[in-house]
């Protein structure tokens, strides 16, 4: 059986395995949804459409931070060359965490959302209600807790061992998805500087610091299967971090159009915004020019296969989809409508959910005691992959084309028509969205497969002798 170089590299096991169960939860509760679109009474009254929405976005958040840990008690270990500051440390912060998360979506099932801040004390501190942060202050406050006793864990480690660029990366990153959740507590009566600071959150993680995060997993894996010499990683990650926080801080302005900032916000965010794709362009470049200068052929095909897509489908989600509206004009149009979704899929799923799943696929099998998954499992995972990443490629252009025709009907023609009479009209497309979404779901599942399935034992033809092993 296979030894990790570091035994405290185990507690990323528990991790990952509850990342991928919470990423089951949130795909069923975006079929919900997406049912809900066309049946709009479906499941009405025990799950409404905000409650099944906010499941469905907070799983997501919830599970991909799940993923972030792992990953770095995975990680940090082997490139500080020694053991994790405190094992336990992370053993009960992850009971925490997922303590915690499950409880805050039970709470959400189980009753109203008014009834659940008034049960939860939001009256002493108004953070509920927002989108994206809906969590109750209890679940906020453990979220700080568990952050920041994560950090001391990873941070005491860096301190004891060696620093690498990869590993650095990571660490402000991490830092600043704390730091910045902080603006979570922060909930003016002024509704301008609400959503001022709501980005701050929203926009500042996923296009500013999980782009760090992201780039330091890359990073890593391809370092394990490439084989290049770490100077050259370690270049291509200085550069990509650099376009990442000019244009991700900066270009949080395209946010600020229409709500009531400064019109300078125009300029600003149209002009950084509009660069935001490079960075994602240099992670494709960065994935591709690496496995092209590859010095040995890893096992792990899969694994591989994971870390191209993810440079791929993070500049088309992230970078192409997001510049197609971002754009003062453009957007003055498109805010809000299911062009915004499309991007938002996309984006997150080519981002942060396949960068996850990259680490997943490299680290699992060894977890788990060999090197790689058996040649069956890595077939069925590379199967998953393209289930997965072609099924996503349609949601968003279902999402893409129902965004259209609602911004033209909606927005544009002289006579415009109600938002619910052009609901109806866009139910074709939320038919096969949906359908797209069911070949996901399918794609997930045959993901988890893979890593049960086991090579077929070779069959002795009869009258043969097997040979003897010694």
């Not at 991928?20 to 799950?47: E, K, M």
Request: aromatic share 16%.
């Amino acid at each position: 059986m296979l030894q990790l170089p570091y035994k405290s590299q185990a507690v990323a096991k528990p991790y990952f395995i509850a990342a991928i169960g919470l990423f089951v939860g949130q795909i069923l509760f975006g079929l919900i949804l997406g049912l809900q679109y066309v049946i709009g009474d479906f499941l009405f009254p025990a799950i409404p459409f905000n409650v099944a929405r906010m499941v469905h976005t907070n799983l997501l958040i919830v599970w991909l931070l799940f993923g972030f840990m792992g990953a770095a008690y995975y990680l940090v270990p082997e490139e500080s060359e020694t053991e994790l500051h405190s094992p336990l440390l992370a053993y009960v912060l992850f009971w925490v965490f997922l303590i915690a998360g499950v409880l805050t979506v039970v709470g959400y099932l189980a009753v109203p959302y008014a009834t659940l801040a008034e049960m939860t004390g939001n009256s002493l501190l108004e953070t509920m209600g927002r989108e994206f942060l809906e969590q109750p202050l209890p679940t906020k406050v453990g979220i700080v807790v568990v952050a920041l006793a994560f950090l001391y864990n990873i941070g005491m480690t860096l301190l004891k061992g060696r620093k690498t660029a990869i590993s650095m990366i990571l660490l402000i990153g991490l830092i600043g998805l704390a730091v910045l959740f902080l603006f979570a507590f922060y909930n003016p009566s002024n509704l301008v500087k609400d959503k001022y600071f709501w980005w701050w959150v929203v926009h500042l993680w996923v296009e500013g610091v999980w782009e760090l995060i992201m780039a330091a997993i890359l990073g890593f894996v391809l370092l394990r299967i490439t084989g290049v010499d770490r100077e050259v990683i370690e270049k291509w990650l200085y550069v990509i971090v650099t376009l990442a926080l000019v244009t991700g801080i900066i270009g949080t302005g395209h946010h600020y159009y229409w709500i009531g900032t400064p019109g300078y916000w125009q300029w600003w965010g149209g002009i950084f915004s509009a660069l935001e794709p490079l960075p994602f362009f240099a992670m494709t470049v960065f994935c591709f020019n690496m496995v092209n200068r590859r010095r040995r052929q890893h096992p792990n095909k899969a694994a591989t296969l994971w870390a191209l897509g993810t440079g791929v489908m993070a500049f088309l989600g992230a970078g192409v989809w997001g510049f197609l509206h971002t754009l003062a004009p453009i957007n003055y149009y498109t805010h809000g409508s299911q062009i915004t979704a499309a991007h938002g899929h996309l984006a997150f799923f080519g981002a942060y959910v396949m960068v996850v799943l990259t680490i997943i696929s490299y680290a699992m099998p060894m977890l788990r005691g060999r090197e790689v998954n058996p040649e069956r499992a890595q077939v069925l995972e590379m199967w998953s992959f393209w289930l997965m990443t072609v099924s996503m490629v349609f949601i968003t252009l279902f999402l893409t084309a129902a965004g259209i025709l609602q911004v033209w009907l909606q927005r544009i023609i002289p006579d415009p028509q109600a938002f619910m009479g052009v609901q109806d009209q866009l139910a074709l497309f939320y038919w096969m969205r949906w359908i797209a979404g069911i070949v996901f779901f399918i794609g997930l599942g045959v993901y988890i497969y893979s890593f049960f399935a086991k090579d077929k034992p070779e069959t002795v033809p009869t009258g043969e002798v097997q040979p003897a092993t010694t």
